[in-house]
């Protein structure tokens, strides 16, 4: 069992950033992925955002190329989610993920098998 537990999300004005953090415990043996995933009202699905291998291999969103940086600490064992020059289409409940298993595309939301509560993040224009 993997546990994931976000923080960081709150309300910003455009242009302004926030850093998400995805605090991990339990038994990590397996974990290869950590990913970023965020919810919107508009979306109706939890889109990939970031995601991160062991080994520091990145992968982002289109839309959030350039603005968005996903990074690992190993000895916090925490995953960050920098996020700068925030939109308002930006908004969503951001969650953070782990995969231990299977196969599929990183940034697909049936990679990952354990999942955090969520943390909502408002971007007001």
């Known amino acids: 069992q993997v546990q994931l537990v976000e923080s960081g999300g709150g309300s910003v004005q455009a242009g302004g950033s926030l850093r998400l953090s995805c605090s991990v415990s339990?038994?990590?043996?397996?974990?290869?992925?950590m990913a970023w995933f965020r919810q919107a009202p508009r979306l109706g699905r939890r889109e990939g955002v970031a995601a991160i291998s062991r080994g520091g291999d990145d992968y982002y969103l289109t839309s959030v190329k350039g603005r968005f940086t996903i990074t690992e600490d190993k000895a916090k064992s925490t995953v960050y989610l920098q996020m700068n020059n925030l939109k308002p289409e930006d908004s969503a409940v951001y969650y953070c993920?782990?995969?231990?298993?299977?196969?599929?595309?990183?940034?697909?939301?049936?990679?990952?098998?354990?999942w955090g509560q969520g943390t909502q993040v408002t971007v007001s224009s």
């Open positions: 993920a782990a995969h231990t298993r299977g196969t599929s595309t990183v940034l697909s939301e049936d990679f990952y098998d354990y």
């Open positions: 339990g038994n990590s043996v397996g974990r290869s992925w």
